[in-house]
C-alpha cells in the first residue's frame, strides 16, 4: 500500500510538472515571435540583414502563420537586399494571408515589375485599385507596367486618373512623350458612369490638424504619403476610409453634392473631430477591360488571384458616423488645389537652337532625354534600396563634390548615409530635362527624401556627361531647401 501511494503521488509529481512545464513552453511559443521581431529589428540596426532575415523566418515559424504583415516585412528585407525571387515569394504569402491589404499588393506588384513579370504585377495594380481607387501611385506603377508591355494608351490612361487624383507623374509623362501614344478618349468619369460617387477621407482629432493636412494636400503630398507619414506621427492621430455618398448623413450628403469629382477637398467637421474628404470616382474593372481591348492591347482579366475572391462592383465602403451637427466649415472656392489640372498630354515641340545649345537632330534629342531620365530613375532605384556600389557607379570619377570635399570624403561619407536608415524612400517629380549638345545634360527636380530618421524636400540638379555610351553625374546642386 505504502509502495502503491508512492507510486500515485510520482505520477501525480509528473503530470503536474509535465503540464506546468507544458503550459510554460505554450507561453514561451506565445511571445516567442515576437522576440525574433525584435531580434531582427536590432540587427537590421546592425546592417546585419542576412541574421535579419533568418530571425523573421524564426518569428514566422513560431507564429502560425497569423501575421501576414511578418511576411511582408521580410519581403522587403529580401527587394533590399536584391533578392527577388525570395521577396516576391514572402510577399505572395503576404497577400494570400491577408488579400484586401492596399499596401501589400502594391508591394508585390512592385517586385513583379523589378522581376519583369508584367501580368502579374499588373494583375495586383488592378485588384488594388478595385479595393482603393484614390490609391494615386498604383496608377503611376500600373502605367509603367503598361508602358512596359507596349501599350502607351493604356499608360496614358492611367496617367490621367493620376493627374486627376493631384499625383505628379512627370516622369511616365516625360516616357511618354518620348515614345508617342495618345490618351484614350474614354477618361475616368466616362469609364464610372453609372456608378455611386463616394468620398475617401482623413479622420484628425482637430481643426489645426485638419489645416496642416489640408496644406500639405495642396502641396503635392497624395492621400497614401501622409497615410504612411502619419501612421507614426506623434503629433497628429489620424485616420483614414472610404465612404460612398449615400452612407452620408443627409446633411452632410445635400452639402457636398454639388463638389465635383476631383475637385479639391474640403474639411469637415463630424462631431468632436474632423475629416478632411474629397469626391473620388470608383474603379470599374468590366469598364477598364473594355477600355484596354479598345486601346488596342488584350483583356483585362476579370478575375484576380484566387485567394481575393470575386471582385465587388465598387469598393467596399468604411462607413462613418456623422452627427447632425455635422457642418462644411471649409468653403470649397477658398481651398488651395490638391493638384494641377491634367495637361495637355502632347509630345513636345522639337528644341530650338540657341547660342549656348547645339541643335539636335529630333529623334536623336529623344533618345538622348529618354536615356537621361533613365539614368536619373536607375540612380534613384539604387538610392533608394541603399545599393551602395550601384549607387557610387552612377557618378562619374570626375564628380566634383559640393563645398570642397575630396571624392574619398564624399564617398566615404555617402555609404555611411546609405547604410545608416533601414528604410528610405525617395520620390523625384518636376523633372526638367536639358540637353547641351551631344555629351552634356542636366536634370533640374523636387527630390522628396524620407527614412526611419529624417526626410527632406528639396529642389535639386544633376550635371550629367556621357561616358562610355552612357550617362555619369558629374555635379550634384541643392538649388533650394523646400
Known sequence: MKNLFHHISAAAFVSVFLFVSSATGAAENK?????????ANALIRSYQHFAAAMALRQAIRLSDDKYPSIYMRLAILYYGLGMIPDAIA????????????KWYKFDLAKFYLVDKRYQQAKEQLLALLQIDPGFTLAFIYLGEVYLSLGQKN???ACLQWADKLGQDGDLLRQKLQMTGGRPPLAGPETLSQGQPTYFRFIKVENRQDADAVLKQIANGKSF???????????????????????????????????????APPVVVQTGSDYRIMQKILPFDRAAWARLEVGAGGKPVATSVLAADGPLPASPPSASISVSNQTEVVSS???????????????PPATPKASPSVVALDATETKADESSVAQT??????HWQNAETDLYLACYSKAFTPAKGASL?????GRVRSLETPSMMEINLSDIRITLRGANQASATFRQDYSSDRMSDRVIKTLSLRREDGGWKIIKEVVEKTL
Open 154 to 156: 493604356m499608360a496614358w
Open 224 to 262: 497614401e504619403n501622409l497615410e504612411m507619414e502619419l501612421q507614426n506621427s506623434k503629433t497628429i492621430h489620424a485616420d483614414f476610409g472610404q465612404i460612398s455618398a449615400p452612407e452620408l448623413d443627409e446633411d452632410v450628403a445635400d452639402k457636398l453634392a454639388p463638389v465635383r469629382a476631383f
Open 408 to 412: 574619398d570624403d564624399w564617398r566615404a
Open 90 to 101: 514572402a510577399g505572395e504569402k503576404a497577400v494570400a494571408l491577408s488579400p484586401q491589404t
Open 31 to 39: 511571445v516567442s515571435h515576437e522576440v525574433y521581431l525584435e531580434r
Open 332 to 346: 470649397i472656392s477658398a481651398l488651395p488645389t490638391a493638384g494641377r489640372a491634367a495637361p495637355q498630354m502632347e
Open 376 to 381: 536619373i530613375e536607375t540612380w534613384r532605384d
